[in-house]
């Protein structure tokens, strides 16, 4: 009987140690989006300062994230989806998130965001920004830079929005370049420039 306990023990250990993959989390996931194709949307209400969901994929070193994300963009453009799924994880290396098990890949931008994600402890998660109704999509602002706004337009739909996805504090500076390249996109249509 000791040998037979013993065996069940083993077994126990063994599933401990495989990594459970599973499509979302007891928080999240994935479904129709009305914004860009897939989304993460939530199973149940959620509170504030929740950890919904971990953004998981390849650690790689910086020279080999900026390659795969080229070779990504470059892959998507033609197809009108400049979709990438680098994200940073520090000063050395990034996560590639491309990956099937990365249910958190389908998280989409939002001018106006319920979601933020944090490193804790070399670990990129998904957490509320506030409380988040059953099934409300998951939304957060992705903070690009305006080095090529013009290549990923924003379609959350908010009153916030200002047509492509740049972070909150590009945005300002994003209407006014707009303005300017709308202005010379008129003077050229009308034979000015």
């Known amino acids: 009987m000791a040998a037979g306990t013993r065996n069940k023990r083993r077994k126990a250990k063994s599933r401990k ?3 459970q993959v599973k499509k979302g989390s ?24 929740t950890r919904m969901i971990e953004y998981v994929g390849e650690k790689i070193i910086k020279a080999e994230s900026e390659r795969r994300g080229n070779e990504q963009d470059e ?22 998130g491309a990956v099937d098990w990365n249910d958190a890949k389908n998280a989409n931008h939002s001018c106006e965001p319920n979601a933020a994600t944090d490193i804790i402890k070399d670990r990129i998660w998904l957490i509320s920004a506030r409380d988040i109704k059953k099934e409300e999509e998951i939304v957060y602002d992705y903070g690009f830079d305006l080095s090529y706004w013009r290549d990923h337009p924003c379609r959350c739909g908010s009153e916030k929005c200002v047509g492509y996805i740049v ?13 300017a390249w709308e202005k010379k996109q008129a003077k050229q249509a009308e034979g000015g420039e």
């Open 75 to 96: 892959l998507g453009r033609p197809k009108g989806d400049g979709t990438v799924y680098m994200f940073t994880l520090n000063d050395r290396y990034d996560i590639d």
């Open 17 to 19: 140690a495989e990594p």
């Open 167 to 179: 972070g909150d504090e590009y945005r300002k500076k994003l209407k006014k370049k707009i303005k």
């Open 26 to 49: 007891e928080w999240v996931g994935v479904g129709q989006s009305g914004i860009h194709q897939s989304g993460l949307f939530a199973r149940r209400d959620i509170p504030k300062d």
